[in-house]
């Protein structure tokens, strides 16, 4: 049984919506995520190793911008700016918008919420919401060897028993008493 079947398994006994431990939340994440085109990582990890990118990302996340506010915002030239646009917008990070209360302006707003970089055989880059627990569940279960996983809906609780090196398993006792101290105090 692999990892997925697993999961699945648990995940179908479970008539509960929208939870941590439902397929729902996945799918409510998807939905909202922007797709990066396909062979766009280099070109995505190039724009978010640009100050001025990085900037206008942050600047349109708070409220959209017109080209000229963000010029003014990033403390560049309005060329610069539209030029960073260009590739951000190519990206999937930025979209043109308009503002409720001054519509003839163009305005740009930030539409990803997070982004996550994955690397293994290649690097892989995917925009969408982001959510620290998610993620560090996934980083968990793509690392242990998963043996056994169980959903008690009556105590919302999970049952999970994974195979650990000796010296992975020193370093999670440590790790556990530590957050367990600090939760108490």
Do not use: W
């Amino acid at each position: 049984m692999t990892r997925r079947d697993l999961v699945d398994d648990v995940l179908s006994s479970s008539d509960e919506l929208d939870g941590p431990l439902t397929d729902d939340s996945d799918a409510v994440s998807e939905k909202t995520a922007t797709t990066v085109p396909q062979n766009a990582d280099e070109d995505l990890l190039d724009a978010l190793g640009d100050d001025v990118s990085r900037d206008v990302l942050r600047a349109c996340k708070r409220s959209p911008m017109t080209a000229e506010e963000l010029a003014e915002n990033c403390d560049v030239s309005e060329s610069t700016i539209y030029r960073r646009l260009e590739t951000l917008s190519s990206l999937g990070l930025v979209k043109r918008t308009q503002r409720v209360e001054s519509p003839s302006k163009t305005c740009y707003e930030t539409v990803v919420d997070g982004l996550s970089i994955h690397i293994g055989e290649s690097l892989r880059v995917e925009a969408g919401a982001s959510d620290y627990v998610v993620d560090a569940m996934r980083t968990l279960l793509a690392s242990l060897d998963v043996q056994h996983l169980s959903y008690d809906r009556s105590t919302n609780s999970v049952d999970v028993r994974f195979q650990l090196a000796p010296h992975l398993l020193d370093a999670l006792v440590e790790l556990y008493v530590r957050d367990t101290s600090s939760r108490e105090q």
